[in-house]
């Protein structure tokens, strides 16, 4: 059990530490509110994490293989990142204060909206069977996904206090020029993700059927 829950406490930490969408918001709302709405982002998130990893666990691997749920998720998720990137650039071009409470019930929101319709998240949970494989569990139980899921969700409430105070740390410290700036770069990625998103659901659709991986065994 032991090992269990820290290889999951690891993929979870590798999980939430990948540059993404959720990250980008944290920067975001922590260069104009600092720790607080940065950490309202990362607690959003878990929310969507925490959905994902119970269907996951709950033996629903061969749902989240089904190639025609991750169109209208991963759309979903598109829309909401062009959406924030006319945002970001918007609030740029207007005057705003450093004020370490702004937004933070926005910020919880987004966090939730960028977690739920992330296309990655049901990769990662239709293939955790093998990862329990990879650590010697080849028949889990209900006490192994337990672990399983612990071992994450431990990992991720971690990241979100650690990213949340780093990002709040940095750049409370930067003016508003600075501000502006991460904002602009914020609108970038954003946009960016959403192009990514559009051009992995397209490459998935054009792969064969036989192509896609087989559904997780050992569910409960």
């Known amino acids: 059990m032991l090992t269990l829950f820290t290889s999951a406490f690891l993929l979870g930490l590798v999980f939430n530490a990948a540059p993404g969408a959720v990250f980008a918001e944290t920067v975001r709302q922590g260069a104009r509110g600092g720790f607080r709405p940065a950490l309202a982002v990362q607690i959003g998130s878990l929310t969507g994490d925490a959905l994902w990893a119970i269907l996951g666990l709950l033996g629903v691997g061969l749902v989240l293989k089904l190639r025609w749920l991750h169109w209208p998720i991963g759309v979903a998720g598109a829309v909401y990142l062009v959406w924030l990137a006319a945002d970001s650039w ?131």
């Open 90 to 220: 918007r609030q740029a071009s207007r005057e705003f204060s450093l004020d370490g409470s702004a937004g933070s019930p926005r910020a919880l929101r987004a966090g939730v909206m960028l977690s739920v319709t992330n296309p990655q998240n049901l990769a990662y949970w239709a293939a955790v069977g093998s990862a329990m494989g990879a650590v010697g569990v080849s028949d889990p139980t209900p006490a192994d996904y337990t672990t399983f899921f612990a071992g994450f969700m431990v990992a991720s409430v971690v990241w979100a206090f650690f990213c949340a105070w780093a990002v709040g740390a940095l750049f409370q410290r930067l003016g508003h020029q600075w501000a502006r700036l991460t904002y602009r770069l914020c609108a970038v990625a954003f946009l960016a993700l959403a192009l990514g998103s559009v051009r992995e659901l397209v490459l998935e659709w054009r792969k064969p059927v036989d192509a896609v991986p087989p559904a997780i065994h050992g569910a409960p």
